[in-house]
Antibody, heavy 123, light 107 residues
Framework: EVQLVESGGVVVQPGRSLRLSCAASGFTFDDYTMHWVRQPPGKGLEWVSLISWNGGSTFYADSVKGRFTISRDNSKNSLYLQMNSLRPEDTALYYC????????????????WGQGTLVTVSS | SSELTQGPAVSVALGQTVRITCQGDSLRRYYATWYQQKPGQAPLLVIYGRNNRPSGIPDRFSGSSSGDTASLTITGAQAEDEADYYCNSRDSSGTVVFGGGTKLTVL
């Protein structure tokens, strides 16, 4: 059974940093592109970032570029999101999601999602 | 980056057919993917590619596309289909963009 379990969400002051983690199991983690998607309370989904199967390619939404860094440790079946210079508008439930694409491919179809970890940026 | 536009809300009578649309320039080049999200739950993939359903998604869900508009059609809507629906697609810069979501009410 595929499982994605996010952790690391807390209440943090503006300008501070936070690192989110996503523990994956039930599939060959290093075969797949992984994504972070966020959802502010009561609002829609916003794609945040993706990382290719080997970490060689990363992409970011304009809203987080230069502040967030996605990474992965395939030996630990884990995905990370380093979030720096946090702003109130970064407040959201952060999901990690598995790309549906065949081994090594990147698509926009996410077939498994975690339950999310809540980040609240507030003074 | 590109934008995908969805209507905020749509309603359908139980057992009838409803179409949810997603409009954007990137859809002229890339397929839309559709997700269903119920309150308190993570999104669920319902349609990907040209018109493909993951295992376990009922065949009353179908996808189509014409020009810059992609559509999700539910034929014979059920009460359990009441949810928010989101489209997404790739944009020209290689990143991913989501539509704003459509709230479906089944009457």
């Amino acid at each position: 059974e595929v499982q994605l379990v996010e952790s690391g969400g807390v209440v943090v002051q503006p300008g501070r940093s936070l690192r989110l983690s996503c523990a994956a199991s039930g599939f060959t983690f290093d075969d797949y592109t992984m994504h972070w998607v966020r959802q502010p309370p009561g609002k829609g989904l916003e794609w945040v970032s993706l990382i290719s199967w080997n970490g060689g390619s990363t992409f970011y939404a304009d809203s987080v570029k230069g502040r967030f860094t996605i990474s992965r440790d395939n030996s630990k079946n884990s995905l990370y999101l380093q979030m720096n210079s946090l702003r109130p508008e970064d407040t959201a439930l952060y999901y990690c999601a598995k790309d549906f694409g065949e081994v090594g491919a990147t698509t926009t179809s996410f077939d498994y999602w975690g339950q999310g970890t809540l980040v609240t940026v507030s003074s | 980056s590109s934008e995908l536009t969805q209507g905020p809300a749509v309603s359908v009578a139980l057992g009838q057919t409803v179409r949810i649309t997603c409009q954007g320039d990137s859809l002229r080049r890339y397929y839309a993917t559709w997700y269903q999200q119920k309150p308190g739950q993570a999104p669920l993939l319902v349609i990907y590619g040209r018109n493909n359903r993951p295992s376990g998604i009922p065949d009353r869900f179908s996808g189509s596309s014409s020009g810059d508009t992609a559509s999700l059609t539910i034929t014979g809507a059920q009460a359990e289909d009441e949810a928010d629906y989101y489209c997404n697609s790739r944009d020209s810069s290689g990143t991913v963009v989501f539509g704003g979501g459509t709230k479906l009410t089944v009457l």
